[in-house]
């Protein structure tokens, strides 16, 4: 098996079988990913790699990884991940949107996301919508209490209505953690934690 292929097995593996749980090997497969320098293939399956790669990143919440991989998918923000056909990573403005987030650079995470909203929006990609409208939820909970929690809030619920909707349940448990996470910061804030 040749290295590009062991890559692609030990990358489809860990990020099929468990995206949001196992980030331990998640690091380790992103770090050595990082070793090569991000460096795959240049061939048909290139941007669905990145893309994975990428996710990967942002479920572990790395500026390490972060920063790269930023710079290497922004040229394709208004691609479409796909392995022809086959499987479907979704809008890379997405991925970037994410990245952004996670380098601290919200007002492209917010460029970002509105572009992959808008792709969603237009091709009635309700899984890729609810994708978005989670990880911008996020962002906007992460940029802190200067923003109006409602805001979060509505991305948040949306993202989850339509996860419980049609069952993308991975979307689902990363909604509900995150909106109890919003609610115990805002008791916390205002000093209503139960005693």
């Not at 049609?166 to 995150?178: I, P």
């Amino acid at each position: 098996m040749s290295p590009s292929e062991k890559w692609r097995d030990q990358r489809s593996s860990l990020l099929f079988n468990g995206l949001s749980s196992r980030f331990d090997e998640m690091r380790d497969l992103l770090q050595q990913f990082a070793d090569t320098g991000f460096t795959l293939p240049q061939d048909a399956t290139w941007l669905n790699g990145m893309t994975e790669y990428a996710e990967a990143a942002i479920a572990c919440g790395d500026p390490r990884f972060a920063r790269l991989l930023f710079e290497l998918l922004e040229p394709f923000a208004e691609q479409f991940s796909s392995a022809g056909g086959v499987t479907a990573e979704g809008p890379v403005a997405n991925c970037l949107g994410g990245l952004a987030t996670i380098l601290g650079r919200y007002e492209d995470a917010e460029r970002f996301f509105t572009l992959a909203s808008s792709f969603a929006t237009r091709y009635d990609a309700r899984f890729f919508g609810a994708q978005t409208d989670l990880l911008w939820g996020q962002m906007l909970a992460q940029r802190g209490p200067s923003i109006e929690e409602q805001r979060v809030r509505e991305f948040l619920d949306r993202a989850l209505s339509v996860a419980r909707a049609h069952g993308y349940g991975g979307a689902e448990r990363r909604a509900v953690a995150t909106l109890q996470q919003l609610s115990y910061e805002g008791a916390r804030r205002r000093g209503t934690l139960p005693g």
